[in-house]
């Protein structure tokens, strides 16, 4: 009995390491798989999921009893893997000023006053005025947050169970005809 507790636990912790490894990849396809993930509505480029890499870092694996439990530390985590709504507060709103002055201290001006035409003062001038119409919600309103999905069940992932129970089948199955050859 004890034997097979051993190949349980081996199987499974193959299972942990391989989906772990593939829910990795997920950011750098941007995607689950093959479901792309939706560009950022500001600036709309790249990914909002790989701005700082924080999130893609503290996603964590562990095996409890039969299971194996994948999660994050990150607050935001569930959020963007399911898709939500989330309601404006106050310290929302106050986060999001903070941040428009702060940018908007950055915009650079010529010498005759009008504001810099440069790519960096562009960009920073774009996501200053997004967070002021971020401050500018109505506490108790909706932000729509779109599903990005990075870890989960899904035919991709069916296929990598398959892959780990075959592989480690074989494994078990060359050893049996080993211990076979060895006991005659």
């Known amino acids: 009995m004890e034997e097979n507790n051993k190949i349980f636990?081996?199987?499974i912790n193959d299972l942990r390491v391989d989906l772990a490894d593939e829910?990795?990849?997920?950011?750098?396809?941007?995607?689950?798989f093959n479901d792309k993930w939706q560009d950022r509505q500001r600036n709309g480029?790249?990914?909002l999921l790989l701005v700082s890499g924080?999130?893609?870092?503290?996603?964590?694996?562990?095996?409890e009893g039969e299971s194996i439990i994948f999660s994050s530390s990150e607050t935001y985590a569930k959020i963007?893997?399911?898709?939500?709504?989330?309601t404006v507060t106050p310290k929302m709103k106050k986060y999001f000023w903070a941040k428009y002055c702060e940018l908007s201290g950055k915009?650079?001006?010529?010498?005759?006053?009008?504001?810099?035409?440069?790519k960096r003062a562009s960009s920073i001038s774009d996501l200053a005025l997004w967070y002021k119409s971020m401050a500018l919600k109505k506490t108790g309103s909706?932000?729509?947050?779109?599903?990005r999905q990075f870890i989960g069940f899904s035919n991709e992932t069916n296929k990598?169970?398959?892959?780990v129970l075959n592989n480690d089948l074989k494994e078990i199955q060359t050893t049996v005809k080993h211990i076979l050859k060895t006991n005659k």
């Open 80 to 86: 963007h893997n399911e898709g939500g709504e989330i």
């Open 107 to 118: 915009v650079k001006y010529k010498k005759d006053g009008t504001k810099s035409q440069s």
């Open 45 to 47: 480029k790249g990914s």
């Open 160 to 163: 990598i169970i398959e892959k």
């Open 23 to 32: 829910f990795d990849k997920n950011f750098e396809r941007k995607a689950f």
């Open 9 to 11: 636990i081996k199987i």
């Open 54 to 63: 924080k999130l893609r870092r503290r996603i964590r694996s562990k095996i």
């Open 142 to 147: 909706k932000i729509k947050i779109p599903k």
